[in-house]
């Protein structure tokens, strides 16, 4: 029978254990089914797919696919202090009602669909029921002081108390007493002053605290999971990040005066544009579900909640009722963007909102519930920095989307547009309007380029050029070309089209009528157009050249008066941003020109608004959300709104538009959990490695079928996987059925054989017993004691010298018998233990050698055990009675326990009939999606094929070879385009000078200072020479060297050989020895015999005696000194 002895334990060094060499199997093993969720976890979502066994007590959790959401209907509510001017929608009052029967509220209404209004009426009606004291309202910033005067429109009698941005340590603690002393209906606070009122200390101290003991339980689980080495320094450096942060941020608040939240009125917070504190504190071993540097914001906001939590539970108990979520109030959060970034967001909402929901599911730690919501995959992506590639850990789908959503539905209120029964204006022809335009020859030669440093790209030199980076290259180059570093177009171009079209839309609105809030006509005419753009903002890196100042000398070219073209970056303070929009609803501004992020929420300026243009595309469908939210919007009166989206042919635009417009349809889908999948990507952020090289990759070639072969091969390879993992769910299936089936046969006889012996082991504790040792009955326990211990190390002893002579192999050795049960013993394979079984009774007792001979627990000198007990004496004496009595112990003990191990038996038959079940239903089942792969592997080898027939088509080899010429007409070589925007990095390595607005200050800047890049792309070192940088005789110079490559003219692109071997000492070709230290009469052999000079003898420019002899085709100079030449910093190496 297989003994429970010496299991194979981890070697432990200091705080990390190694693996054995066996364990890496396990791991690739775990990787082909790591597209599948955590299966441990599914029964508590109502999923359970097999049959497991639960332990005695086991509280099964409600599942989650059994939570109705539930419905409200308030169209009973009075909502008595409202103004007759304001008649709130069914919706609304439909959310009213919820926020008063609800602990904690969701408000995700579509932009535009009245949330400000929804808080107004909830306040008071909690306040008016009693169900709160003090309700606060926390607003943006700049909104705040509009939020308060719409307050008073909606309730003309109510107490308001309005706590404006700006306040000083003094004004703040005067506004604490305000609220703790007086009686308010309501407060609104911006969220500035909300965040600088911090809670007390000590809470704060109890908070760092529990983030540390947390992060401390991470590192103990990864070390015991034998965790990556990087998952665990991530964890160590997100503790220490996040300790560093919480002190700093303790520190910062105790140099303020102003008093504790503790001490403030408040009870109920309703929390505006809450998509702003999504940012909360989590640390996971997936980048996604991280934000282990997040603000404070998010933090302070939950310690808030906490406090607020503690004060209902106080509340609900003085009220008779019990202390639980239902009889408590707590916040309602609203936003028109519940998932912006992720789906990862759905958990910090949860957790804000219901924690006690998650700590019953047991999925409240932001890894327990990606393990049930989340599948998993390694990617290979870049640092911050962009200066090495990295392999991670990411979230390759998100799974059993329905039961997440389920979960957030118990606590939402979603309204979508459909449901406004507001009259918003129309979206004219029922779409938005494309405009395109064909790019010139110079930006398709700037989006050709891309792909050659995709293709040529080295992993080990990312710090130089990364995907991401060519990406952003990309988007730069179609809004302007001057924001990739080129001349600026002569042709058509972003901002000029912009400006034809809102020209075209100005003139046909401005004569436009409107009415003032009262209803009559205003006075001034005039429609407004907005117009968003993200790249190329006034004052950022662009400088003078940004789109805007483009698109607004265009537009006054164009016949718009300049007073009346106005950019949202010049409203620095709330102030200057109401007055803004307060000129944009008089008619004052025809044209208004922002950010999404300045812009893009808070905004009321949508009365005039008759088209919206989209300059550029963001990644976030949420972002297109909030745009367009500033024009389709309440109030609008105009019948019909324009949006115009921008698009350059052949460049990033058209196909990041259709990525995000998939990603939007699904948001529209999650927002009221109706999905028709359970199985989705992640929706949010910039695209990682794979999509970013397969948009640019399209771009370039024109070719849209490069995204559906980079979708294909992600499918087929996570299909591969899936069936690897299939095939061995039912090898294991297979296993399981030949193996268990005999171990449960085997439990079952133990379980016969320890039956009738139950009833004596339960009392045998209780009676005295009896014990024979070597055929002799003792009735004297302490003899008896004595007696076992001197057999038990005779036994040892004669086993162990078995041991060393003739090898482990020998039969049991009885020693003594208990309740006519003989006792066996055995050694153990390494010979640390006795190993003594009671009969054929399923028990055993375990006895390690330092256990029967105490003074083998001393050590060597080296500080090792000693391979024989020192102690060699078998004579029982007064200092092993204690010894003796623990062994006896043990044994009856063990034998008492026969009643226990019988159940555990009985549990162990059941889980392994479970196993048996679950295998048969598994173990002849094929992969599901076999013909999927099947599909898919046929259509991706079709369209490869396809894409390789066009490459090779003489329209095609055409079209590159006349971009070659042109190219070395102008003096670039390959990767031009990186030399005009060069990375963070490269610049401050390699002397690079800062991003050239226009390649011809680029060329001269890079001609007075070359850079320190080595031959081979790697990062300079003390023996790396500088390349040579050769000076463009062009009209219109450029850099005509990259610094990892050989110069290469049409011809020399297919003929350029190898550097020819060195000679030993000196680095030089054969043909090229030295003569001098700055001299050289080297033969001209071009074209690398002048780089071998320069190289290798430092000859000042102008002074090399060898000439230049690199071919003249195209623009390439012929012969001359070099010039532009590095001074040479060492003399050159001797022989």
């Not at 326990?897 to 048996?916: A, F, H, N, Y």
Request: glycine share 6%; aromatic share 4%; hydrophobic share 35%.
């Amino acid at each position: 029978m297989q003994r429970q002895r010496d299991r194979r334990a981890p070697i432990r060094q200091g705080h990390r254990r190694k693996r054995r060499p066996g364990d890496r199997h396990e791991g690739n093993r775990a990787g082909a089914s790591a597209s599948r969720p955590n299966q441990s976890r599914i029964p508590a979502l109502g999923m359970d797919r097999r049959p497991a066994s639960r332990t005695p007590g086991h509280r099964i959790q409600p599942p989650i696919q059994c939570m109705d959401p539930p419905s409200y209907d308030g169209r009973f509510l009075e909502l008595p202090g409202l103004s007759p001017d304001f008649t709130p929608f069914d919706y609304q009052r439909a959310a009213v009602a919820r926020i008063v029967n609800e602990p904690t509220v969701l408000l995700d209404h579509v932009v535009g669909a009245g949330k400000t209004g929804t808080m107004f009426m909830g306040a008071m009606e909690l306040r008016r029921r009693g169900l709160v004291k003090q309700p606060w309202i926390v607003v943006p910033n700049h909104i705040v002081e509009q939020v308060g005067r719409e307050a008073k429109q909606w309730y003309p009698h109510a107490n308001v108390l309005v706590a404006t941005q700006g306040m000083s340590a003094e004004q703040r603690r005067r506004f604490v007493a305000q609220t703790a002393t007086s009686d308010w209906d309501f407060v609104i606070v911006a969220m500035s002053v909300f965040e600088h009122i911090p809670v007390h200390p000590a809470r704060r101290s109890r908070y760092i605290k529990d983030e540390i003991a947390d992060l401390d339980d991470k590192i103990m689980a990864a070390d015991e999971d034998q965790a990556s080495d990087r998952s665990i320094k991530d964890l160590v450096r997100s503790q220490k990040m996040m300790q560093r942060r919480l002190e700093t941020l303790l520190a910062a608040e105790r140099k303020d005066i102003g008093l504790t939240f503790e001490q403030t009125g408040c009870d109920y917070l309703f929390i505006d544009e809450a998509h702003y504190y999504k940012n909360k504190s989590r640390v996971s071993a997936m980048k996604e579900l991280t934000f282990s540097n997040a603000t404070g914001r998010a933090e302070d906001l939950s310690m808030k909640l906490q406090i607020l939590r503690e004060r209902a539970a106080e509340q609900a108990i003085m009220r008779g009722a019990t202390p639980e979520m239902e009889h408590m109030r707590i916040a309602t959060f609203a936003t028109g963007t519940r998932i912006a970034n992720s789906l990862a967001e759905e958990w910090v909402m949860q957790q804000y909102m219901r924690p006690d929901i998650l700590e019953q599911l047991g999925i409240t730690d932001i890894d327990a519930w990606a393990s049930v919501f989340t599948t998993t995959k390694s990617v290979i992506t870049t640092n911050a920095t962009g200066s090495k590639l990295i392999s991670v850990e990411k979230i390759a789908k998100f799974a059993n989307v329905k039961r997440m959503l389920a979960l957030t539905m118990t606590f939402t209120d979603v309204v979508t547009r459909d449901q406004v029964p507001a009259d918003l204006p129309t979206l004219k022809n029922g779409k938005r309007t494309v405009i395109s335009t064909e790019p010139s020859v110079e930006v398709k030669d700037f989006i050709a380029d891309l792909d050659l440093r995709i293709q040529m790209m080295d992993p080990s030199a990312t710090w130089m050029d990364n995907i991401l980076k060519v990406l952003s290259d990309g988007r730069n180059v179609s809004i302007d070309p001057q924001l990739a570093g080129l001349d600026p177009q002569s042709g058509e171009t972003r901002a000029s089209t912009a400006a034809r079209e809102i020209l075209k839309t100005y003139h046909d609105t401005k004569d436009n009528h409107y009415r003032n809030e009262f209803g009559e006509e205003h006075p001034i005419p005039g429609g407004l157009q907005i117009v968003f753009c993200d790249r190329g903002t006034p004052g950022g890196a662009s400088g003078d050249k940004s789109v805007y100042n483009t698109l607004k000398n265009h537009l006054i070219a164009g016949g718009i008066p300049p007073e009346q073209i106005r950019f949202i970056h010049d409203a620095r303070k709330p102030s200057e941003k109401l007055q803004l929009q307060e000129d944009c609803r008089n008619g004052l501004i025809a044209v208004l020109i922002g950010s999404t992020e300045k812009m893009g929420t808070g905004m009321n300026v949508q009365i005039r608004a008759t088209t919206l243009h989209h300059v550029d595309v963001p990644w976030r469908p949420a972002d297109i959300e909030q745009r367009e939210g500033r024009a389709i919007r309440q109030h609008n009166q105009n019948p019909e709104v324009e949006i115009k989206t921008y698009v350059t042919e052949r460049t990033t635009d058209a196909i990041m538009w259709s990525k995000i417009e998939e990603k939007a349809t699904f948001i529209e889908q999650a927002r009221t959990g109706n999905v028709d999948v359970d199985e989705v990507d992640d929706i949010g952020g910039e695209a990682d490695l794979a999509e970013a090289a397969a948009i640019t990759k399209a771009a370039a070639t024109g070719d849209p079928r490069f995204m559906r072969v980079a979708e294909l091969d992600a499918l087929v390879r996570q299909l591969s996987a899936l069936e690897a993992a299939a095939s061995e769910t039912r090898a294991r299936a297979a296993a399981t059925l030949r193996s268990k089936p005999l171990n449960v046969h085997q439990l079952q006889q133990l379980i016969a054989v320890s039956n009738p012996h139950l009833q004596s082991a339960s009392t045998w504790k209780a009676t005295t017993g009896t014990i024979a040792v070597t055929g002799k009955t003792f009735t004297d326990r302490g003899e008896a004691n004595k007696a076992l211990l001197h057999a038990a190390r005779k036994t040892f002893l004669e086993l162990d010298n078995h041991r060393k002579r003739k090898g482990p192999d020998v039969e049991p050795i009885p020693i003594a018998a208990i309740d006519g049960h003989p006792i066996t013993a055995e050694l153990s394979w390494l010979g640390t233990s006795l190993y003594l079984k009671l009969g054929e009774l399923p028990l055993h007792v375990d006895m390690e050698r330092t256990e029967l001979f105490p003074a083998a627990k001393q050590t060597t000198i080296d500080g090792n055990r000693p391979d024989t007990p020192i102690a060699t004496s078998i004579s029982p004496d007064d200092n092993d009675a204690a010894t003796a009595r623990g062994l006896a112990q043990r044994i009856h003990n063990t034998y008492a326990k026969l009643p226990d191990k019988v159940s555990q038996l009985e549990t162990q038959i059941q889980r392994l009939e479970g196993e048996i079940e679950y295998a048969r239903t598994v173990a002849d089942t094929p992969f599901e999606r076999a013909d999927e792969l099947v599909a898919a592997k046929v259509e991706l080898q079709q369209l490869q094929l396809e894409i390789r027939e066009a490459e090779n088509s003489v329209a095609a080899r055409a079209e590159r070879e006349a971009r070659d010429e042109r190219l070395a007409a102008k003096g670039r070589d390959p990767r031009w385009t990186l030399y005009l925007n060069p990375t963070e990095a490269m610049v401050k390595n390699s002397d690079f000078p800062p991003k050239p607005n226009t390649s011809p200050p680029c060329a001269r800047k890079w001609s007075s200072k070359p850079p320190r890049i080595s031959q081979n792309g790697r990062m300079p070192s003390a023996l790396t020479p500088p390349p040579r940088i050769r000076p463009n005789p062009a009209a219109n110079p450029l850099p005509t060297h990259h610094p990892t490559m050989t110069r290469l003219t049409p011809t020399s692109r297919r003929t350029a050989q190898p550097n020819p071997p060195r000679q030993r000492g000196t680095g030089l070709p054969p043909s090229t020895p030295p003569s001098g230290a700055n001299a050289c009469s080297a033969p001209a052999t071009p074209p690398l015999a002048a780089r071998a000079c320069d190289r290798q003898h430092r000859c000042t420019p102008g002074a090399c005696p060898v000439p230049d002899t690199t071919p003249t085709s195209g623009a390439v100079s012929g012969s001359g000194p070099v010039t532009g030449e590095a001074t040479a910093m060492t003399k050159a190496p001797t022989g």
